[in-house]
């Protein structure tokens, strides 16, 4: 269950919130401010990447043979 909590459903989640914050970032502060927070987004990405991977094998336990091509296959698949 934590495979699927952590590895799939957890990064659509962190990435469909950052792409509906960068949508009203620009339109409501303008192009030039949402590309700023479009290239601040790589270092949060980043760092959500990291916590992902500490929470789930770190913190639960769980196996990186199963647990990180998962989670990096939906991350990546959802990259906007």
């Known amino acids: 269950m ?28 303008g192009s030039v401010i949402g590309l700023g927070f479009s290239a601040a987004g790589f270092l949060t990405k980043t760092i959500g990447m990291i916590f992902l991977t500490w929470l789930g094998i770190g913190y639960f336990g769980l196996d990186v043979r199963i647990y990180m091509p998962i989670l990096t296959f939906f991350w990546f698949f959802t990259q906007s």
């Open 2 to 29: 934590w495979y699927v909590i952590l590895g799939i459903l957890a990064p659509i989640v962190l990435n469909l919130m950052h792409l509906v914050l960068g949508i009203w970032i620009t339109v409501a502060r």
